[in-house]
């Protein structure tokens, strides 16, 4: 199970010097918007906001998140960096690598085995039978909690029948990016689990309208054992901490 009770903050290990790719990593970027570089980031802080996601009171203790992917890190780098030009403070751009075992496993195409042998999750590189017996189990959440909750059970089943019909796994994980923390919840073997979200790009100031891009984001258990180097960019000095 999940740890949803990590209280104390443990040092995580710093990014070693080296030419190249870590091998069996995966890496992921989270920023913190602040005037001054701090002297340690607790990771858990900087998790970013997504639509469809609770408030922060209510997001998991145990899991983390950050933006994932090559062309996802640089586009949210240059949006990061332009919202805190325009508000006159920096943009810390924080790096993790979480190690993935047997990653090449998942260099192309996902069934359920190779994903089960890595615990690597990619939505978009998941062949269709496998995407389509996951799309189920994320609607059997959905339809667990409408039936919870829902005081018009026949309305709530209309709702489930439409997504089921016109929907596709990616839509309802952009709608419903809390379904991947029950699927982890539910599924102690994933490592990692990357999908699209919409996710927000600094927070707000005054009467200002939140403004959130469509960027590929990785969800994981936060377990410090997997992480293979965690830093800040622009401060190899500052570190990092779940």
Known sequence: MI???LKLHTLLPPIA???GRIPD???LRAFLIA???????HFPDVRPMVDGMPVRSEWPTGLGWGVHGTSSISEASGYMSKFADEHGTHAFEIDLGIRIDDVKKAAATIDKA???ATG????PRLNSVYKLELFETMLGFIEASMQAVAKNKLQAKARLKLIREEW???KLLLQYPVLVWKFLEANPWVVSFVHQASVRIGEPVGDEAPVSKLLQIATFPMDPKRVTGAGVRQNAAIRISF
């Open 114 to 116: 190779a994903a089960e």
């Open 168 to 170: 596709n796994l990616d």
């Open 25 to 27: 990593t995966t890496s």
């Open 3 to 5: 740890d949803t009770k």
């Open 35 to 41: 005037d001054a570089p701090p002297a340690q980031i």
């Open 120 to 123: 690597f999750l990619i939505v």
């Open 17 to 19: 010097k080296r030419t």
